[in-house]
């Protein structure tokens, strides 16, 4: 697992660029859909923000999820 000071540019980046192939598994190759993936990102980048108060709980990371789709 990235160590947080490297996944938040990171995230931030994908979220920007749309180039995702660096986050991604590579077994998983292009075999997704970008919007998924982008909802993903955006919950992940949600979850490593700095202030722990201003992260979702992981219900509201559940609900984000199934909701996008």
């Known amino acids: 697992m990235l160590p947080l000071l490297q996944a938040r540019p990171?995230?931030?980046d994908a979220l920007e660029?749309?180039?995702f192939e660096s986050l991604v598994d590579?077994?998983?190759g292009k075999n997704y859909?970008?919007?998924?993936m982008f909802c993903?990102?955006?919950v992940a980048?949600?979850?490593?923000?700095h202030s722990a108060s201003?992260?979702?709980r992981m219900g509201q990371v559940n609900i984000e999820i199934n909701n996008k789709h």
């Open 45 to 49: 980048a949600a979850c490593v923000r």
């Open 33 to 36: 859909i970008d919007s998924e």
């Open 54 to 56: 201003k992260r979702p």
């Open 10 to 12: 990171l995230l931030s």
């Open 40 to 42: 993903m990102i955006e």
């Open 26 to 28: 590579p077994k998983l």
């Open 17 to 19: 660029t749309g180039e």
